[in-house]
């Protein structure tokens, strides 16, 4: 229901020619093909866009850039993760799609990871809805038998940094005001069992133990010394890294790649699908605990304080 109305609602992008793009291909409207159009042609993009999130697809690399535009800081609330899940999943059954990079459209900010005020002041059906969302997110990103690749350009805190982690390369801009890590226990909350899981895959235990013990928040060059990201480089060759790195990955042959990713991610994948409805259960009922709401509270304050 949720995927017929998104899918209504993408944005038919019009062509400088008076045509327009539609995620199904070019349509003419007056019967003559101009050369920009012919242009758009040979690069065969297909665009669609939803509330919180655009695609760009290029068919002739078969990559997408999937950018999420949510500002002020791209916060995750229940629609654009449901978006987010809906579109990857659109790109998933394209046979044309075999890349997607995933980036900020909000400058200076990557995400700001999930939406507080989902969490805070809200009934026990809501939560269980919005963590719902948020699992799902997750399982397609992390669960994606594509190339995925995280331009990460800007801040990435918490469930920001855990797209980025679900990702098989991430790529930094270089600019010390970025930080990146699972800060969780900065709100004074506890970052559950398969971001646990994702981080010491990705960064090993000892190293996943302190940064998520102390709520770690790296600059670029720090992540890169934890292996929390892959590169760092200038903030304007962000999006050409990421490309350049896509088309490397992509010279493998799909099926080899894709047996292996699955091979190596799907016990931390069983492990949710199989846990999946008790994670939403001990999400509520730690989430509704006063001393829980409490912090949260307290963390949206400190925000908005300091935005002042
Ligand atoms: C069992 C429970 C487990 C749950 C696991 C939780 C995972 C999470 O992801 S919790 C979210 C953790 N996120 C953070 O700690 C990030 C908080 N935000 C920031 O640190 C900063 O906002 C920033 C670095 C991302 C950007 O800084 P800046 O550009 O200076 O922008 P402001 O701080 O002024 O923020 C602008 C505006 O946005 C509101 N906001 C920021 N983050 C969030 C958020 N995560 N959710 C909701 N709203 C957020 C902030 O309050 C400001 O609002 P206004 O004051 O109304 O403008």
Known sequence: MIAT????????EQLPSGGTLSPYGVHQKHGQITSQALQLLSSQ??????????VKLDETSGVAVMKLKRPPVNSLNMELLTEFAINLEKLEIDRGCRGVILTSAVPRIFSAGLDITEMCGKNADHYGEFWRAVQEMWLKLYGSSMVTIAAI???SPAGG??????????????????TIGLNETQLGIVAPFWFKDIITEVIGHRAAERSLQLG???SPTDALKIGLVDEVVAEDKVQSTASAVMAQWLTLPD???????????????????THREADITNFVSYITRDSIQKSLQMYMEMLKKKGR
């Open 216 to 218: 770690m928040l790296y």
């Open 255 to 273: 099926h080899a790649r894709q047996i292996t990713k699955s091979m190596m991610r799907k016990p931390s994948l069983d492990r949710l699908v």
């Open 153 to 155: 350009n800007g801040s």
């Open 45 to 54: 993009r297909r665009q669609f866009s939803n509330t919180y999130i655009s």
């Open 161 to 178: 940094c855990l797209m980025a982690l679900s990702c098989d390369y991430r790529i930094i801009a270089n600019n010390k005001k970025y």
């Open 5 to 12: 109305l998104l899918i209504q609602h993408e944005k038919l």
